[in-house]
DNA sequence: ACACTGTTGACAACGCTGTTGACAACGGAC
DNA sequence: GTCCGTTGTCAACAGCGTTGTCAACAGTGT
């Protein structure tokens, strides 16, 4: 309609983008969607961005980026993992498809660089040699990371979605048939009880006291 | 060509979609190809599936029901665990996008329940309490599900192609600017070395051993 | 032998996706 | 003023999942 007064850049496309995942979600972004966000055509953004692809690199660096912003140096080195962790974790929420996005593009992103190097100093501060630390980095990493793919889509719905959702299977492993799954049965009422966010904080310090107990 | 002498059945359709899936990736496993691999039109198999996620969840039933065979009641509740996660992680392994179907559909599937029985079992034997097993579940599964999604992508790389992109990120990393990140240049060169596998065992170890310390 | 019925596959079509190439408008450099 | 690189528009392509329609088939009751 209008001519643009401002031309387009990298930043008001990712921003963009990022908005449209905040608000409806991965399926909703498309590049058609997104050119119709920016009031503009669709395939103006290839003028700045080689692919899709490309984009969701973008995309996913300005989530990461902020990952490791506000850490006190003087911090316990299990207490800046541990932070490190859980914001890398609300990132990946935040874009589901960004663990895979991450993957695709082995010429990794700089919030990408400045995350591994947060952890691996810590395991450094802890005394680790560089196997171990680069073997602790490997564990929490993939921790991390499957913990926010798990907790996806669940993070779609809202609190009482998600705790329906909860109860639900909670029900369903509470009523299988108890001679064929008694274990089940007696830890049913347990299974996904609190915050999500709670049980990954859990499992990252039992995988810490791993790492420290044997490195 | 020829008319079909045997009709389709779900079970026909679930293989051919597993072969699709081993020999050419998650791309390439659409409804057209599905056809295409079973002499029929695509859109035959609408007729037993609902739609894409019905058929997927399928697969993932037919991947997941073989992680708890062969299992050694005698064994150590360790060794159990690890087993049985090195092989939910095998299946993981071959259709990545499984961890994303298993959550969709809340009507879970046969295999998971069984997964999750023996599981529970081994965490109950090794004398932990339904909260504490509940817990101890969550970890594993979550550690395991983000391996398998992390490792999923370079997976699909034959054995020299996968050593390259390894090599690579090593690289990557052992040039990164050395005041700005030592501990990565210190570690670079223990990054990503040797089988993926090995990685997941070690951090699998790592977790029992931070469960079995303090559940 | 016949018609009726439910099932299954073929085919064409719809709306969506990411992506490309040709074209036009713009801004800065000479 | 003229050139040229940059950027947005537009039409189009191939592919996707999915649906509705139609024909061929098996089985059943008469």
């Known amino acids: 309609m209008t001519t643009r007064r401002v031309p387009l850049t990298r930043d008001a496309i990712v921003d963009a983008a990022i908005h449209l995942l905040d608000?409806?979600?991965?399926?909703?972004?498309?590049?058609?969607?997104?050119?119709?966000?920016?009031?503009?055509?669709?395939?103006?953004?290839?003028?700045?961005?080689?692919?899709?692809?490309?984009?969701?690199?973008?995309?996913?660096?300005?989530?990461?980026?902020?990952?490791?912003?506000?850490?006190?140096?003087?911090?316990?080195?299990?207490?800046?993992?541990?932070?490190?962790?859980?914001?890398?974790?609300?990132a990946l929420l935040r874009q589901p498809r960004l663990a895979v996005a991450m993957r695709d593009a082995p010429p990794l992103a700089a919030g990408e660089f400045a995350i591994t190097e947060s952890l691996l100093a810590q395991f450094l501060r802890a005394g680790l040699d560089a196997r171990h630390a680069a073997l602790a980095y490997h564990s929490v990493i993939e921790l991390t990371v499957g913990s926010a793919t798990i907790d996806a889509s669940v993070d779609a719905l809202d609190d009482v979605g998600r705790q329906r959702m909860y109860d639900g299977w909670r029900q369903t492993y509470a009523t299988l048939p108890i001679d064929e799954f008694p274990a089940s049965r007696a830890v049913a009422l347990e299974l996904y009880r609190g915050p999500a966010d709670d049980r990954f904080a859990v499992a990252l310090e039992q995988l810490?006291?791993?790492?420290?107990?044997?490195g």
């Open 23 to 90: 608000q409806s979600g991965s399926d909703r972004m498309t590049m058609r969607n997104l050119g119709r966000e920016l009031g503009v055509d669709a395939t103006a953004c290839y003028r700045h961005f080689r692919d899709k692809p490309d984009l969701m690199r973008a995309v996913g660096d300005r989530l990461l980026s902020g990952v490791t912003s506000d850490l006190q140096p003087e911090a316990d080195w299990r207490a800046t993992v541990l932070i490190v962790c859980q914001q890398l974790r609300a």
């Open 208 to 214: 810490l006291d791993g790492i420290a107990a044997r």
